[in-house]
């Protein structure tokens, strides 16, 4: 049966890779496999300083110093990936299998460890290709650890896919069959638990120390120390044997490090082919029925929450819109998600006035900047509970009574929206966390006054940039369907690659184009108040860019509006 | 009313759609019916304001599709053979949305007996992905018949239903089409147009070749006495046999 598990595998690889390349007639492809193929070559061959190809010795010298915190916080983020997907429902996409294979595989005369096995199967094409790109973004110096991070990150991916899958379905055990499965799964449960226990407890036990320490690098290790010894260095054991691997930096360490992942990855295998063996046992007939139930794709668990407000029967449609997509983010996202925030804010505050002048505050203000960073400039890419969502329904929008330019800007109210609250959240600690407070009076209120006018400004700026980059986006989705990633699918691939490349230069180029007039009304604004006053003003001038953004973010909707009138639904294309 | 005036559509080098005019009046129940690819679907979606047409011009109680769209569009409902619903809005909160889009105000009595006549009561809160194919289209049907639209556009509209919600469906086709609404309904299942459709529209490779009640097919196919499958085959066949 593997055999044909594998021919299966075989052929949908070699028919997926015909039609790639027999798209690439279409210049769309073209262009964008062109551009892939070229930021590859510039990835791989091309780097500051000359040398080329790999990392430079100086560089791996450098890196080396950071190893033992490196290999600590990777092993943390790791525990941290896998406890999610105990509690997180979307982790159950493991198991998930498409329609064909239903309709193929599962009336067919199957036991079920057959079917796991050719899911498994099938996940080592896309785990190798993974741990492939990612040696490419790594670089590795010569052959030989170029194959030790390949294989050590294959490994990798190879356990996290079974514990995923293992996940999936003790999470389906234990939603079907209550406390018994909860006995069937209690020992990873129990281990899980512990294991995040003990974490936390080192933490909460160290935070006093950690806060203590001046500087980043300090923090950095003694954080390490912390979680590789004593109870939180048991605790993290697994996930730092497994990143081990991929990060070894000889093939002796390689050599070394190897039998404890096959160890891990023997181990899940075995857990996952076990967690279904006492069913079977239990009731074989039963079980196959349980398990190719529990084995289809089903539409993902959505639980019906109270809506984000009550829809007025009469207003504006866009508020319709906004009302639509915030139920969207709750039903699958869960707007409980914000509140989640809360404890970061707090923690944020509590820290902020407990230690000043530490390392950690230096570090969490670098975070809570980076955030507001990632979540203004990133953030449009990522939440998208707007028109992009909504383009596989774009037939049955345009039977609605509505101007496509009020549907424009009602679609991307919600995301607007949602962002905008995160990227505040995130000023706000800031204010909380940045900079030194020096310890004269005087200098004390210039600083806090400073540091609340920039807060004031970046809350005022921060919803501009965010819609107006909704709105690049969503215009692309509208004047280039054909490339949008429709719904919450994606494909893969050079191509697409290359034309998300392009798209991403187009996005920072019109963002940067319609900064222009904001930034120079708000420079003349400022001037002349500084002319008037003296005083260099930050909150006016960033009121009016705002302003001019989000004017420009409106007149773009009207000339949009236009075009997602001509468009074509027949010109979307499901992705594959 | 629906005024379709040389409606064509092209796609490329293909002509789904080809000089199409046609009229539906209040309270007529058109069946549009054809082979496979004939372009009613085309049609339809042009009717609607979906697609662009390429030519010609539909307007919907004397509002163009394209030029005074919203207005159009508040007077029409299009019931497509797949239900687009949303997966994340249950029943009740599909209709609100619906309710607020055409900003047919308070909903909650007509929602009460919509659900009613479509027999989803009792399924307000569920998602779509519970629901069976054919609540499914009832839903999408329910949210096409709440703001009492003056034309109403059903694509195989039996799709999915158990024989009792056939029989409901029917009566609900036939009930809007007696209140004064303009309908058309495009489906394989000739016996439903010959029942319920007062006037039969025959369209192939996106020509129309027959229009009429059934006895002016009957003499247009030179065919009396005939039921419309035979006239259907009679009509659209090519070189003597069925086109395909």
Redesign the interface.
């Known amino acids: 049966m593997t055999r044909a598990f594998v021919y299966l595998t075989v052929c949908g690889l070699v028919n997926r890779m015909r039609v790639r390349v027999r798209r690439l007639r279409e210049p769309r492809y073209l262009a964008g496999l062109t551009v892939g193929v070229l930021y590859f070559y510039f990835v791989l061959f091309s780097r500051p300083g000359g040398s080329r190809g790999h990392v430079s010795a100086a560089g791996i010298k450098a890196l080396a110093g950071f190893a033992g915190p490196l290999i600590a916080l990777a092993s943390v983020v790791l525990f941290v990936v896998v406890a999610i997907a105990w509690v997180w429902p979307s982790s159950s996409k493991a198991i998930a299998f498409t329609r064909a294979e239903v309709q193929f595989l599962f009336p067919a005369p199957l036991t079920r460890h057959q079917l796991l096995h050719y899911k498994l199967i099938r996940s080592q094409t896309a785990s190798l290709l993974g741990s492939l790109i990612l040696t490419v973004f790594v670089r590795p110096g010569t052959f030989i650890s170029a194959w030790t991070v390949i294989t050590g990150i294959w490994l990798v991916f190879g356990i996290l896919n079974l514990h995923f899958t293992g996940v999936a379905l003790a999470r389906e055990s234990l939603t079907e069959h209550g406390v018994s499965g909860l006995r069937r799964q209690w020992l990873p449960i129990t281990v899980i638990v512990a294991a995040a226990g003990v974490i936390a407890m080192t933490l909460i036990r160290d935070g006093p120390r950690l806060s203590s320490l001046a500087t980043g690098r300090q923090v950095l290790g003694e954080l390490g120390r912390a979680l590789t010894t004593g109870a939180a260095g048991w605790a993290l054991w697994p996930t730092r044997a497994i990143v081990r691997l991929p990060l070894a930096t000889s093939t002796v360490e390689y050599w070394r490090a190897l039998p404890a992942v096959l160890g891990l990855l023997a181990l899940n295998y075995i857990w996952v082919m076990r967690s279904d063996a006492a069913f079977e046992e239990a009731s074989a007939e039963q079980s196959e029925k349980v398990v190719r139930g529990r084995l289809a794709p089903r539409?993902?668990r959505?639980t019906?929450v109270s809506?984000p407000f009550s829809?007025?029967?009469?207003?504006g449609?866009e508020t319709?819109i906004l009302?639509?997509n915030l139920?969207?983010l709750g039903?699958?996202a869960s707007l409980r998600t914000l509140w989640r925030l809360v404890p970061l804010v707090i923690f944020f505050a509590a820290v902020a006035s407990g230690s000043r002048r530490t390392g950690l505050i230096s570090i969490l203000s670098l975070m809570a900047l980076g955030g507001v960073g990632l979540i203004v400039l990133l953030g449009p890419q990522i939440v998208r509970n707007d028109l992009r969502q909504d383009l596989g329904?774009l037939?049955?929008l345009?039977?609605?009574?509505?101007?496509s330019a009020a549907l424009i800007r009602g679609e991307v109210l919600a995301p607007a929206a949602v962002l905008t609250g995160l990227a505040w959240v995130f000023v706000i600690a800031s204010v909380l966390l940045v900079t030194r407070v020096p310890s004269n009076a005087a200098g004390l209120a210039t600083v806090v006054l400073n540091r609340v006018s920039y807060g004031i400004a970046a809350l005022l700026i921060a919803p501009a940039i965010v819609v107006v980059q909704l709105i690049i986006q969503n215009g692309l989705a509208v004047l280039f369907p054909a490339w949008a990633v429709i719904g919450a699918t994606r494909s893969r691939g050079v191509d697409v690659m290359g034309q998300r490349l392009l798209m991403q230069a187009g996005i920072w180029l019109t963002l940067l184009v319609s900064i222009v007039p904001a930034v120079l009304m708000a420079g003349v604004l400022g001037f002349v108040i500084y002319l008037a006053t003296g005083v260099l003003p930050i909150i006016a001038p960033a009121a009016l860019g705002s302003a001019v953004m989000l004017a420009e973010a409106f007149l773009a909707t009207e000339a949009l509006g236009r075009a997602l009138?001509?468009t074509?639904?027949?010109s979307l294309e499901p992705t594959d | 009313m629906i005024t379709v005036t040389h409606l064509s559509k092209v796609?490329g080098s293909f002509k789904a759609v080809d000089d199409l005019s046609f009229i539906v009046g209040p309270g007529e129940v058109v069946g549009l019916i054809g082979p496979n690819g004939a372009g009613k679907t085309s049609t339809l979606?042009c009717l609607?304001?979906?697609?662009?047409p390429s030519a010609g011009s539909v307007t919907i109680d004397g509002h163009d599709i394209v030029t005074d769209?919203?207005?159009?569009?508040?007077q029409?409902?299009?019931m497509?053979d797949e239900p687009?619903l949303?997966?994340?809005?249950?029943v009740m909160?599909h209709l609100?949305?619906t309710?607020?889009?055409?900003?047919?105000?308070?909903?909650e009595d007509k929602a009460r007996t919509l659900l009613q006549e479509l027999q989803l009561t009792g399924k307000e809160?569920s998602?779509p992905?519970v629901l069976s194919r054919g609540m499914k289209q009832k839903v999408a049907i329910a949210c096409g018949l709440l703001h009492d639209p003056k034309a109403l556009l059903f694509d195989e509209p039996l799709t999915g239903l158990d024989p009792l919600g056939i029989r409901h469906m029917k009566e609900t086709i036939v009930r809007r089409g007696l209140a004064g609404a303009a309908v058309i309904v495009s489906s394989h299942l000739l016996h439903l147009v010959e029942e319920i459709c007062t006037r039969i529209l025959i369209i192939d490779r996106g020509v129309k070749v027959a229009d009429g009640t059934m006895a002016d097919l009957e003499a247009h196919a030179e065919a009396a006495g005939s039921n419309l499958e035979q006239i259907f085959l009679k009509v659209t066949s090519r070189d003597g046999s069925p086109s395909a």
């Open positions: 539409p993902a959505v019906v809506t829809l007025a029967p009469r207003g449609v319709a009302w639509k139920i969207l039903r699958y329904h037939a049955l345009k039977t609605w009574p509505v101007r009138d001509r074509d639904v027949g | 796609y979606r609607v304001g979906i697609q662009a769209s919203v207005a159009a569009k508040q029409v409902a299009f497509a687009n949303f997966e994340y809005l249950t909160e609100r949305l309710a607020r889009i055409y900003r047919v105000g308070d909903i809160k998602l992905s």
